[in-house]
């Protein structure tokens, strides 16, 4: 089902790109209408003057018209032409050589729009702009989180590519361990340092079977050049997780604890070898 074409002047410019785009995103749009087929999965394949090879598949949530095929090539060809892609450098010659290949198809007997409008032109032009971001920075520029499976709130998070198949990393469940509702509202990118001390001013641990030394009365957080203290309230835990012990590299063994904080916060710690730090925060 893909359609090709041989340039005899090779495409330098994004002008001549875009319009040799249209022209093969129209053939194969409409040689799958004749099949009664629809794209969802669109393969992108460009072969230089000098022989080297360009690839991108580019995916998307709906079905593929004429003119979001055309887009999504004439995009592609921009970012391999302009070198502003963030995989493969700009090539050294023109395309000799284009072909879009329908990675993946479904059957199309018409789409029925939803009652309440959800796919309306506001849609439609976000789904364009974010679209546009990425064929000038690579497909990893612009990305939504999918909620998937895990132990901890940052490993249930899969940041996936716009347009992908929305599918976590991990399946749903279930998850021994895992901790319960409500998730954390926020979760850094790397664990805040923190400090837990009890009621004499004694850092706070765990024993080997994995439970509390002493009651949480105070937790040290960064400010600045110091450390400021800051009274807990009410603490529940602590929830251990010891995971792939059969396989030294790849063990991980920590405790979670929730705190609530005498200034209203609340948050969720973590101890990995006798250090705790923030690894959530409750909104």
Request: aromatic share 6%; charged share 20%.
């Amino acid at each position: 089902l893909g359609v090709a074409q041989d340039f005899d002047d090779p495409l330098e410019r994004v002008d001549a790109a875009a319009f040799a785009a249209r022209q093969l995103a129209e053939r194969l749009h409409e040689r799958l209408g004749g099949h009664g087929l629809a794209c969802t999965r669109l393969g992108i394949t460009a072969v230089t003057e000098h022989g080297e090879e360009l690839h991108r598949t580019w995916r998307h949530d709906g079905l593929l018209s004429a003119a979001a095929i055309a887009d999504r090539v004439r995009w592609q060809l921009d970012g391999w032409l302009s070198g502003t892609n963030t995989g493969p450098p700009r090539p050294t010659g023109g395309i000799r050589r284009l072909r879009l290949t329908p990675d993946g198809v479904l059957a199309h007997a018409g789409l029925q729009l939803g009652l309440w409008g959800d796919a309306g032109a506001g849609h439609d032009r976000a789904h364009r702009a974010l679209a546009r971001v990425q064929g000038m920075l690579g497909p990893e520029a612009v990305v939504t989180a999918v909620l998937g499976g895990g132990r901890d709130p940052g490993a249930q998070v899969t940041l996936v590519p716009w347009g992908d198949e929305r599918v976590p990393d991990r399946p749903a469940g279930p998850w021994p361990g895992q901790l319960g509702a409500p998730a954390p509202a926020t979760v850094p990118a790397e664990p805040l340092p923190t400090v837990v001390l009890d009621g004499a001013g004694e850092p706070v641990g765990v024993t080997s079977r994995l439970a509390i030394t002493a009651v949480p009365e105070r937790l040290l957080v960064p400010s600045g050049r110091h450390w400021a203290p800051v009274s807990i309230a009410a603490w529940g835990g602590p929830w251990p997780v010891d995971e792939r012990w059969w396989a030294p590299v790849e063990a991980s063994r920590r405790v979670r604890i929730q705190v609530c904080l005498s200034d209203g916060r609340a948050m969720l710690l973590t101890l990995v070898d006798g250090f705790w730090s923030v690894t959530g925060v409750y909104d």
